[in-house]
């Protein structure tokens, strides 16, 4: 694959930059938040400590519900035009959590905002589609995951800037003047993938179908649960990260420091995974993945239990490097496996698959991060349970006949 622009379309360079930066909204807006959970839990009286940690589940449930909507949109109307509605709404919602004088406020404002990002999200993964398939839209989705892993090392440190500098409710206006330099972008630059001959149009009959025809899919739903759990093992770890680095291991300031460091290990993951996945093909690189992750993940849990869930902040970062690198091979080959047989429905495919994960993993991620009492002990006991169940389910789909 080259890197010219075939048929009137973006580089690649351009495009792998346009849809990681489109895509990186739901990264911004969670990771830039994380340092200003203390001074927002006071300003909005929050009392229970864990409470704040709704506000990043909330957008989550914004995503997974704005997931659904958004696919069909898109194979309905074309892919800009849903994108185009996505911003606006996430525009909508930073305001109204920017002015927000108290926590449910705050909450309205960030579930919109997840409706709104939906849109970007979902819409690029079909447009990505659109343009490529197998282990050629594997390896895009890593260049674009290598992009993308730039938010989470830098926006926490973004975030720490402006809130030194002025206040949390600055942050939101970060996000809309981000999100109206993305509109532009992508009006001026992106050209529509679907053309009006393979729109389906927006019946609740034909997009039912589709519906069906994706969730009848065993090879789609099997790796969507395990990019649920992958997904849902993960978020816990974002959950409880400003707890962990700020409270428990009294890190302060630092705490965007250490957060970075562990996503630059899923960023080099995701880079390396572009080279690999062409050699190996997504399949073997996904089940040796999890193995290795289930294998660190019982390592975690021992080394949290013999330290009485107070292991060394050095010993707790170097765990976290060699999972977190996991991840970032499973990520981008997980979503393409799941979205392989179904190119023909790629928005609809993108919804039920990227709304299904989503959800799933807020639920555990939600229960994971209630549980947080102060040691690693419920972080672990996460990783363990689900990275477990994730190497099942592969095995499990391998030993019954699906491709891999």
């Not at 993305?182 to 179908?209: C, G, N």
């Not at 739903?221 to 959950?239: I, R």
């Not at 190119?343 to 807020?362: D, N, R």
Request: a positive charge.
């Amino acid at each position: 694959m080259d890197e010219s622009a075939p048929g009137g379309q973006t580089s690649l360079r351009e495009f792998v930059a346009l849809m990681a930066f489109a895509m990186s909204l739901v990264a911004l807006s969670i990771d830039a938040m994380l340092p200003a959970f203390p001074e927002m839990a006071r300003d909005l009286q929050v009392t229970a400590a864990n409470d704040i940690q709704l506000v990043v589940s909330t957008l989550f449930i914004g995503l997974a519900i704005g997931q659904l909507f958004y696919g069909p949109l898109s194979d309905s109307i074309g892919r800009k035009p849903a994108i185009y509605i996505g911003f606006a709404l996430f525009i909508l919602g930073s305001l109204l959590s920017m002015t927000a004088s108290d926590f449910s406020t705050m909450l309205a404002g960030r579930l919109l905002q997840g409706i709104g990002t939906a849109g970007p999200r979902t819409v690029a993964v079909a447009l990505i589609r659109d343009r490529f398939h197998g282990s050629e839209m594997a390896r895009v989705m890593s260049f674009i995951m290598t992009v993308f892993i730039l938010v989470p090392i830098f926006a926490p440190a973004l975030g720490q800037a402006i809130l030194l500098l002025a206040g949390w409710r600055a942050i939101f206006g970060t996000f809309i003047v981000l999100a109206l330099a993305l509109l532009v972008w992508l009006s001026l630059r992106q050209p529509e993938t679907l053309t009006k001959d393979q729109r389906r149009p927006f019946t609740l009959k034909k997009i039912a179908a589709a519906f069906h025809e994706v969730l009848k899919s065993r090879l789609a739903m099997v790796y969507t649960l395990v990019a649920g759990c992958v997904s849902g093992a993960f978020l816990s770890y974002l959950n409880s990260s400003q707890q962990i680095f700020q409270v428990q291991y009294d890190q302060g300031k630092l705490f965007p420091l250490y957060f970075g460091i562990l996503a630059v290990s899923v960023g080099f993951a995701a880079l390396l995974n572009s080279a690999l996945v062409m050699r190996f093909g997504m399949h073997v690189l996904v089940h040796r993945a999890l193995l290795l992750m289930m294998a660190l993940s019982w390592l975690f849990l021992t080394i949290v239990w013999a330290y009485a869930g107070h292991p060394p902040l050095w010993l707790f970062m170097a765990i976290c490097l060699a999972l977190f690198f996991c991840i970032g091979i499973l990520f981008g080959n997980l979503n393409s496996i799941a979205m392989e047989p179904l190119g023909h429905v790629a928005g609809t495919a993108a919804s039920v698959i990227g709304s299904a994960t989503t959800l799933l993993a807020v639920v555990l991620s939600y229960l994971v991060g209630q549980a947080y009492d102060g040691t690693l002990f419920p972080l672990a006991l996460a990783f363990v349970s689900l990275i477990t169940a994730s190497a099942l389910l592969t095995k499990i789909a391998k030993t019954s006949g699906l491709p891999g």
